[in-house]
């Protein structure tokens, strides 16, 4: 399989520990995005990679989380201090750079339980 | 602030009847707008967008700016149509989408 690839796929945790998602986009796309999703509602916006940089953050992602992309490949999501309000499933997405409206490719998501 | 509706949370039609899965939008400037198709145990994708003017698996939708719509249409519903639709709109540079809460869409045989 050649598309968005994520680890764990599924990941139960302890209030209070920390968890670390992977994400390895499409290796052509230079746009990498993160986004959270809880039952009965669409993807949120979490954040946005274009290469290595974090161009953007949405108000979502609060100081327990934090996002790297280095040297722009694979990508990691981070949750310190998991709460129970954490469960969710955590998608990325990767789009090539160029042009506007472009199709996102989606990873198959990581489903977080904290307990 | 923008946002995405998708009214129904289930939309049940029966084999060979059509199809409309509604979706309103608000938003200041001048969107795009996607359909994106979750099938069971599979991962999200994109079923069309409105910037190619395209049909998928016989689908289309038109955008109405007047009433800020992007319905998704189809004349005759298969059973393999059943899946979760996502209507969503892209805003900036980033490409970051804003997705509508979803509509579950069963065909029934």
């Known amino acids: 399989d050649t598309g968005v690839s994520q680890d764990p796929r599924h990941k139960i945790t302890k209030r209070g520990q920390n968890v670390t998602f992977r994400c390895d986009p499409i290796?052509?796309?230079?746009?990498l995005y993160w986004y959270r999703q809880t039952l009965g509602q669409g993807p949120e916006f979490l954040t946005y990679?274009?290469?290595?940089?974090?161009?953007?953050k949405s108000r979502l992602l609060s100081d327990r989380f934090s996002a790297e992309r280095p040297k722009g490949s694979f990508s990691t999501l981070e949750i310190q201090r998991t709460e129970q309000g954490d469960s969710a499933m955590y998608l990325c997405a990767s789009s090539p750079q160029t042009g506007f409206a472009t199709e996102a490719f989606f990873g198959q998501g990581t489903r977080l339980t904290v307990v | 602030a923008q946002r995405v509706t998708q009214p129904e949370k289930l939309l049940s039609v029966f084999k060979g009847a059509p199809v409309e899965l509604k979706c309103n939008y608000s938003y200041s400037g001048s969107p795009e707008l996607f359909w994106y198709v979750q099938y069971s145990r599979q991962r999200l994708q994109l079923l069309l967008r409105?910037?190619s003017r395209e049909s998928i698996k016989g689908f289309t939708a038109d955008l109405n700016k007047g009433e800020t719509s992007f319905h998704l249409k189809k004349p005759f519903a298969q059973e393999e149509d059943s899946a979760m639709y996502y209507c969503?709109?892209?805003?900036?540079?980033?490409?970051?989408?804003?997705f509508g809460t979803g509509t579950l869409l069963a065909v029934q045989p």
């Open positions: 990679f274009q290469n290595e940089a974090q161009l953007e």
């Open positions: 290796s052509e796309h230079n746009r």
């Open positions: 969503a709109l892209t805003r900036g540079a980033t490409n970051k989408l804003i």
């Open positions: 409105h910037i």
